[in-house]
C-alpha cells in the first residue's frame, strides 16, 4: 500500500480507502462487512467512510460492530463520517451548529468511538451561514470528537470562504474536501479546485472512482442480476444506461477494454489507477460487495506505474477531447 498526506495536513491516508455508501446495510451486513473489511485491512487499507445518512444510519452500525469485533488498534484506523441527512425533523439536517453537534453524537454512539478521525460537511447549506458550520467543526475538533474537518462537493468559492473565515477567527480551516472523481467526471478536481491544492493545502478523498460499477465493463452486456444496477432503489442508476450519455459511457468502457488488455490488468484496475495517478488525488474511495471487488481492486495500485505518458495520452483521446484547463497529470 501507498499512504498519501492528506492535503498539507500531518495525517497520512492509504491511497485507496474504503467506503460503506449502497454496500453496508443493503447488500452486506456484519458478517460479510467484517470479511470485506478485514481483506482491506490487509492489504494496508487505513481509511474507512461513511455517513450518517447511508442506509439511515445502518451503515456506521455495521461498521462500528466490525470494528470492535475485528480488535484493530484505533490508533491504525482512519474513520470518518459525513453530516448532513440526518433525519426528517426540520433541525435533523443541514449544517448549522444543532445538526453537526447532534449529528456527531449520534454517529459516534452508532459508530461505538469516542472520536472519528475525519468528519465532513456532506454538502453545502445555503440556509446556515458559512461562519456558523465553521465554528460548529472546529468545536468538535476542540471537544475531541473529531481531528480533521471537510466537506463534499463544496464550490470551490464556498470552500474558500470558509478557509478565509477560520484564518481570520483564528478557527480551525477545511482540510479535505471529498468529490466525485471518475474518467467520466473530472471537473471539479482538475479544473474548479485546481488553485485550492497548494492555496490551502486542500485534501481529497475522492469517491465513486468506478462510476458506480459503469467503468468495471460489468454493464457492456445488460445488467447482472445483484449488481448495483439492480437494486431496487437505484432505478436512477438504471436508467443512466439507456440514456445518449449512458449510452456514451458504455461506448468509451467498450475502447478502454483492448487498453486493459494491454496492459495485463482488468477494466476496475485501469479506472482506479487512473485516479490514482492524480498527485492531487489523497485518497481513492473504493466500494465493494464482495471480498473478491476488494482484493481486486487492491491490484490496481500495481498498474500505476505502468500508466505511461503514452498510455495517459491514448486514455484521453478514447474518453474525448480534453476540455481546455484540465490537470495534465501525467
Ligand atoms: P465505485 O464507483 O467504485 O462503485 C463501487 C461498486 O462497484 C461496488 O459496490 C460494486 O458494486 C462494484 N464493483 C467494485 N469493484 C468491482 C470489481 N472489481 N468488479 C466488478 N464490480 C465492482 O464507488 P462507490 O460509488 O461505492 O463510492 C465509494 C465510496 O465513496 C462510498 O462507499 C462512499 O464512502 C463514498 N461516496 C461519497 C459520496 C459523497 O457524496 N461524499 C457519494 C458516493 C460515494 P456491485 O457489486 O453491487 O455491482
Known sequence: MEYRSLGSSGLKVSALSFGAWVTFGTQIFVDSALDIMQ???????????????????????????????????RSSLVISTKIFWGGKGINERGLSRKHIIEGMLASLRRLQLEYVDLVFCHRPDIHTPIEETVRAMNYLIDQGLAFYWGTSEWSAEELLEAYHIARREHLIPPSMEQPQYN?????????????????????????????SGM????????????????????????????????????????????????????LPQLALAWCLKNPHVSTVITGASKRSQVEENLRSLEVVPRLTAELMEEIEQILGNKPEGFTDHR
Not at 479544473?191 to 493545502?201: C, H, K, N
Request: aromatic share 12%; charged share 30%.
Open 183 to 211: 474518467m467520466f467526471h473530472r471537473d471539479r478536481v482538475e479544473r474548479e479546485y485546481a488553485r485550492l491544492y497548494d492555496q490551502i493545502g486542500l485534501g481529497t478523498t475522492v469517491w465513486s472512482p468506478l462510476a
Open 39 to 73: 481483506a482491506a485491512y490487509e492489504g494496508g487499507i487505513n481509511f474507512f467512510d461513511n455517513a450518517e445518512a447511508y442506509a439511515g444510519g445502518e451503515a456506521e452500525r455495521i461498521m462500528g460492530e466490525v470494528i470492535k469485533q475485528a480488535g484493530w488498534n
Open 215 to 266: 467503468l468495471t465493463g460489468k454493464y457492456l452486456d445488460g445488467i447482472p442480476k445483484k449488481s448495483r444496477f439492480d437494486l431496487e432503489g437505484y432505478e436512477w442508476l438504471r436508467k443512466r444506461l439507456d440514456s445518449p450519455e449512458g449510452k456514451r459511457q458504455l461506448e468509451i468502457v467498450r475502447q478502454l477494454k483492448p487498453v486493459a488488455e494491454r496492459l495485463d490488468c482488468t
